[in-house]
């Protein structure tokens, strides 16, 4: 069953819910060679979007991660992200450049997913059969 996600204008942090946080660009909007010469945002990526709507309608914080913010003007920014959230996702989203240890989960297209404590990438364990 789908979760409908009722849009707002501006997202705050519901204290106590939990927060999962997505990447921009290559997660959440396209980010190839000319998104990356021109420094605009990229056209949505529709399944991570309605992903993310479902977390916001089933209660959760999220967070947009940029390393856009460490490029520029911070402010304008994450005016610019905020926007390109408004448009897409119908919110206006918190955005960060910091990690956060208490998110549950993070969307990228540039990490690996290592096993807790083990050392061993999920990759790994799943080819180690």
């Known amino acids: 069953m789908a979760i409908r996600f009722q849009p707002e204008h501006d997202i705050t942090a519901s204290a106590g819910a939990p927060t999962v946080a997505f990447d921009l660009d290559g997660v959440l909007a396209l980010h190839g060679p000319r998104e990356k010469e021109s420094g605009e945002i990229g056209?949505?990526?529709?399944?991570?979007?309605?992903?993310?709507?479902?977390?916001?309608?089933?209660?959760?914080?999220?967070?947009?991660?940029?390393?856009?913010?460490?490029?520029?003007?911070?402010?304008?920014?994450?005016?610019?992200?905020?926007?390109?959230?408004?448009?897409?996702?119908?919110?206006?989203l918190p955005v960060t450049d910091v990690k956060s240890a208490d998110w549950e989960c993070f969307f990228d297209d540039k990490a690996v997913q290592v096993i807790r404590n083990s050392g061993m990438t999920v990759t790994e364990a799943l080819t180690k059969r």
């Open 43 to 92: 056209k949505p990526i529709s399944s991570m979007i309605k992903k993310l709507k479902e977390f916001l309608a089933a209660g959760y914080n999220v967070v947009v991660f940029s390393a856009r913010l460490g490029q520029g003007d911070r402010r304008e920014i994450t005016r610019e992200i905020g926007n390109w959230t408004m448009k897409h996702i119908g919110v206006r």
